[in-house]
């Protein structure tokens, strides 16, 4: 398999496998901005109606076919948009095929052994991987960091807040969505369903700040639950402690007309608190707020011009012409690690059938 470079001069060619929402409300959206760097040039889907419909609105190749894309010499980067269970054998398929750089939708991985196979094969071949959770690619995070000086040794109490309306109401603000699964009414009388409902809003929701959260977390090794709550429809809210740490996850998705995502690290005399854009609008990015010196400081960064997945592609793209030094595989690997183990954490303390109340739409 070739690993050649696309003239400097020549966008990069991009592979999309997995044509659902994402791809339709997200991704072409952001490359429909970045024309100059990149150019859809094959979308698979294993439904062929979806494939070809979403092709046909970028001019690209439809199929349904993994192993053509791969083999398709226009394509140079791979983005993999398929459901969670297909991605790291799809990651690793892009690696294997000798593609430039792949980005893969979170999570890359859904278990500690899949992320294993998908580093050893990452290091063999040298291919970079970019795991789009968008929000460590965002413009304003990523002053902040440059920003935060000793911050992060400082902080003890660490925020996610999420409140968001359903994605569908994105999607359709965004684009025509093709075949979006029938929504049903989940069982919560089922402890089984509440615990996939919590380990989703972990692995789905959640884990586009959780390698914020790790940043800020030093002594991750060591977490306990303190409190695990199911809310309804769609949310969860988790305190987790570590020995210097407090963490709380919280995300409703409801009817709301106005959605807020918010990360806070919080230290005695100063804070991080960052406002992101919710996922599916693309108007620019976060703005973070760093305050200091008990709060008689304050510096705000952004908004700037593009979001975290805008970003992201920038990123793929900067990987792909070698001008910009791969992250390590192992950071991929230990934000997955820092997920799965809060994910687990959760479940196992989700509230058992016989304590299950029922208040506000709140599980406890
Ligand atoms: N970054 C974000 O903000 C964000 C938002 C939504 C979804 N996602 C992620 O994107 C991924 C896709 O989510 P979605 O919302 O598009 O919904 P989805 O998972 O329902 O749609 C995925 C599409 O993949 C197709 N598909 C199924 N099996 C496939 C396979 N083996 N190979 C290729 N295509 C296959 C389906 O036909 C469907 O069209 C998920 O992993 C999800 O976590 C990320």
Request: hydrophobic share 45%; proline share 7%; aromatic share 6%.
């Amino acid at each position: 398999m070739s690993h050649d470079t696309a003239p400097a001069d020549r966008p990069l060619g991009v592979g999309i496998l997995g044509a659902g929402p994402v791809t339709q409300a997200i991704h072409l959206p952001a490359l429909a901005r970045l024309q100059d760097i990149l150019e859809v040039r094959h979308i698979m889907d294993v439904d062929p109606a979806v494939a070809s419909s979403v092709a046909a609105r970028v001019g690209a190749t439809a199929g349904t076919s993994m192993d053509a894309l791969m083999n398709d010499p226009a394509v140079d980067v791979v983005a993999i948009c398929s459901p969670h269970q297909f991605h790291a054998d799809q990651v690793i398929a892009a690696c294997r095929a000798g593609k430039q750089a792949v980005l893969c939708e979170k999570p890359f991985a859904m278990n500690a052994g899949e992320a294993a196979r998908i580093s050893a094969v990452s290091s063999e071949t040298g291919v970079p991987i970019v795991v789009g959770a968008m929000h460590t690619f965002d413009p304003g995070w990523l002053a902040a960091e440059q920003n935060w000086g000793d911050l992060p040794e400082q902080v003890h109490t660490i925020r996610s807040s999420i409140v968001l309306p359903p994605n569908a109401r994105f999607e359709d603000f965004a684009t025509e969505i093709l075949t979006r699964p029938a929504a049903g009414e989940p069982n919560y009388s089922d402890i089984n369903v509440i615990k996939n409902a919590l380990r989703g809003g972990i692995m789905g929701l959640a884990i586009h700040d959780l390698p914020l959260v790790r940043r800020f977390t030093p002594d991750f090794a060591d977490i306990e639950v303190l409190q695990v709550l199911h809310v309804r429809p769609f949310g969860y809210a988790v305190s987790l402690r570590t020995p210097t740490r407090v963490i709380e996850l919280r995300a409703v998705m409801n009817s709301t007309w106005k959605p807020e995502w918010t990360f806070e690290a919080i230290a005695d005399d100063a804070a991080l608190h960052i406002d992101f854009t919710p996922s599916y609008v693309q108007a620019g990015s976060a703005v973070a707020r760093l305050t200091s010196r008990g709060g008689s400081e304050t510096r705000t960064f952004g908004p700037y011009g593009h979001n975290g997945y805008e970003g992201e592609w920038r990123e793929l793209a900067e990987l792909a012409k070698g001008t910009r030094q791969a992250p390590s595989a192992q950071a991929l690997i230990d934000d997955l690690t820092f997920a799965l183990a809060i994910a687990d954490a959760t479940v196992d303390s989700a509230p058992g059938q016989a304590d299950t109340a029922e208040k506000a739409g709140v599980s406890a």
